[in-house]
């Protein structure tokens, strides 16, 4: 059995472009689906796919670990930088799912089966306004308790949202209050029976980041979130030290070796590697590993499309230490058109249940795809009030 092409697919979904990769074989019927999406680099995955396909093309399917290893180590510049392992992600994936169909069972069979009945999933509030978060806006911390009021309602046990706004390195006390302010909101409109998590999309520097989780630590967090820059991984030690609430972090992080250091230097409670860019189903099986070590829970960053979260789920289902699964569920009205899903997803406490499909368990509709074709995201820019550049 050889590989004789690689494609991608890309469909526009709002904010952000979904990067299908399609691996075909020399056997009629028989490919396998990844994906590839990264924000703001559209063009760029989709040119590293085509040059690591040169790699791949003629090669056996099922010899994934060392197609990997091709795909890290075959140039000079190995599979460090988010474009080239973001690219290794998408194809990666797509090969689990083809040796998942080969053996006609699931991908979460192949790693040795279900380690648990159900996988349990968490949606996102998103955030308040953010821009003006300078001026008092009480009817924002009122959004907020509404936000996780209907996601309780929708099914959810668990949320997440960005209350935290955007800080310059050093501020006073209102963006610590406006962050309190919608916390509590939350907490008061559902209880303690419900877990919310606080991303800072590690906009803060190392000091305010330590401010806000000490002020949202009464509130009981599930987890509170990339407090700074993940850069600063001494930053982020430091918060992890200085309070009870978990610290979570690992979104951007690429390969074992970043994570190793992460764990290392026990810089957080919960490790959040997105298959889609750590370097795909593979890597982040090395990285679950590694964590279990260290008695480090996972919960994989997954806002992307619907293969990233047929793998995140697969995953979930053979993998001991992972806590629940990010989800997407509203991003666009036409996300159940695009995909023949083989999990159904239980109203009642958002969970789901391992599938006997084979591979991912999941088919794209690619005449849908071709009905939302590349579109330039829009730019998203951030700047404090004095003109210097934030992060978004």
Request: hydrophobic fraction near 40%; include cysteine.
């Amino acid at each position: 059995m050889k590989i004789t092409a690689i494609q991608t697919l890309v469909c526009h979904a709002r904010m952000r472009n979904w990067i299908f990769v399609k691996v075909l074989t020399d056997q009629d019927g028989l490919w396998g689906w990844g994906e590839a999406t990264l924000e703001w680099h559209t063009r760029s995955i989709l040119g590293a796919v085509e040059d690591l396909s040169q790699l791949l093309i003629g090669e056996d399917p099922t010899r994934i670990e060392y197609l990997w290893q091709m795909m890290y180590r075959q140039h000079f510049w190995h599979g460090n930088g988010i474009v080239r392992a973001t690219a290794i992600s998408g194809i990666d994936i797509a090969l689990w799912d083809i040796v998942g169909k080969i053996h006609n069972v699931p991908c979460h069979k192949l790693w040795g089966g279900p380690v648990r009945d159900y996988v349990r999933l968490y949606t996102h509030l998103g955030g308040g306004k953010m821009e003006d978060f300078y001026e008092t806006h009480p009817s924002d911390a009122k959004r907020f308790g509404e936000l996780a009021a209907q996601a309780v309602a929708d099914g959810f046990t668990a949320f997440k949202s960005m209350a935290v706004p955007e800080t310059m390195p050093i501020e006073g006390l209102k963006p610590i209050k406006y962050a309190e302010a919608c916390v509590r909101a939350m907490r008061e409109a559902v209880g303690d029976g419900i877990d919310i998590m606080v991303d800072c999309h590690a906009r803060p520097s190392p000091r305010m980041g330590l401010l806000f989780a000490k002020a949202l630590e009464p509130y009981g967090l599930y987890f509170f979130e990339e407090p700074c820059w993940p850069e600063s991984i001494d930053g982020i030690a430091e918060v992890q030290r200085a309070v009870s609430t978990p610290i979570a972090t690992g979104e951007r992080l690429v390969g074992i070796h970043a994570f190793r250091e992460l764990l290392e230097k026990r810089a957080c409670s919960v490790i959040q590697p997105d298959i889609t860019h750590c370097g795909g189903l593979s890597e982040a099986r090395r990285i679950a590993a590694m964590a279990e070590a260290y008695r480090v829970a996972m919960a994989p960053h997954n806002p992307q499309g619907p293969v990233s979260t047929a793998a995140s789920l697969e995953f979930g289902f053979a993998t001991p230490s992972y806590l629940i699964c990010e989800t997407v569920h509203s991003d666009v009205p036409w996300r159940q058109d695009i995909v023949k899903e083989g999990f159904t997803v239980e109203k009642k406490g958002r969970i789901v249940r391992p599938s006997n499909l084979p591979g991912l368990g999941i088919e794209i509709n690619e005449a849908e795809v071709n009905k939302h074709p590349f579109q330039q995201e829009h730019v998203l820019r951030s700047f404090y009030p004095d003109g210097s550049v934030g992060d978004w």
